[in-house]
């Protein structure tokens, strides 16, 4: 589907004379996740809370599903903050019920609704229970039902994955992509991109308020080649800031990240490799997320 689900054009927010958000546009497409993806500080929360009309731009134009921003376009969208907002005192099925009766729905179809996603989330067991009771990766768990609980035909997800352990967070990726095969269109906004390639369709990047990157995940990693390889290593990996041929590399002790100046460089390096360390895998790869990333920033390169 190519219909445009969010539009932003030239998105300006100054903040007591500093430039948070700096001329950023971007469309998301129905049907499709975008990662919006950038470090803590880059500018993600507050086009998120302008997109949600909570503030408004100094200057730019959004549009949402074809059409200006309304305040009843809200019942259409599922909009996670950043800052968690709910209501201690009351009990979970309450919280649904008064979050769904915003959202313009009936009690008796919350409650249905919510028991189906609470066992979904394994929290059938907290129907009852105020809110204050719930672990912090189970008020998350809350939080994304009520976000999910309306059925809307926009997700904003900012952080979604904070304070989650592994098996929510794999729960929850399959939630979204279940989300988008119904056609559900989904901003995703993290500084953790590992997790963010693994589903998203195309991703924004931005950087102290600038975008540094736009287009499709599979478009991008192709402009970067297959120049990288990835080793599963035991041994002493201190000879490897002497390879001339080798363009840089990210060493996390045990598995290691090597981009090559030269991919006809590989067999050059595996022999490098097989000669000093103990090699368990090397496999080539495309480049992470995350490293180009660090690239497009460390170059400053503006979109």
Request: hydrophobic share 40%; no cysteine.
């Amino acid at each position: 589907m190519n219909e445009q689900a969010l539009s932003l054009k030239d998105l300006v927010k100054d903040f007591d004379g500093k430039r948070a958000v700096d001329n950023i546009s971007f469309t998301v497409r129905q049907g499709e996740i975008l990662g919006l993806l950038g470090p803590n500080g880059a500018g993600k929360t507050t086009t998120i809370r302008m997109i949600m009309n909570i503030i408004a731009p100094d200057s730019g134009h959004i549009e949402i599903l074809g059409r200006p921003f309304t305040e009843k376009m809200k019942d259409m969208i599922g909009y996670l903050p950043e800052e968690r907002g709910l209501y201690r005192k009351m009990k979970v099925m309450d919280v649904l019920v008064f979050l769904g009766e915003l959202k313009g729905m009936k009690a008796a179809a919350i409650r249905d609704a919510g028991r189906k996603l609470l066992k979904r989330f394994d929290l059938e067991n907290y129907e009852q229970k105020k809110v204050e009771e719930l672990s912090k990766g189970m008020a998350q768990k809350l939080q994304l039902i009520s976000t999910i609980l309306h059925e809307p035909e926009l997700l904003i997800l900012d952080e979604p994955f904070s304070g989650l352990d592994p098996l929510n967070i794999e729960l929850v990726t399959r939630i979204l992509l279940e989300k988008k095969k119904e056609g559900v269109s989904i901003i995703f906004s993290t500084h953790l991109m590992n997790y963010a390639e693994k589903i998203v369709d195309s991703v924004v990047m931005i950087n102290q308020g600038r975008k540094v990157l736009d287009g499709k995940l599979s478009e991008i990693k192709a402009q970067f080649g297959k120049k990288f390889i990835h080793i599963q290593y035991e041994g002493d990996s201190n000879f490897m800031a002497g390879l001339d041929f080798v363009k840089g590399y990210k060493d996390y002790g045990r598995e290691m990240e090597i981009e090559l100046a030269d991919l006809a460089d590989k067999n050059r390096l595996l022999k490098e490799l097989s000669a000093r360390v103990s090699l368990n895998s090397f496999q080539l790869t495309e480049p992470s997320l995350q490293n180009i990333f660090i690239r497009k920033v460390n170059e400053g390169v503006g979109a």
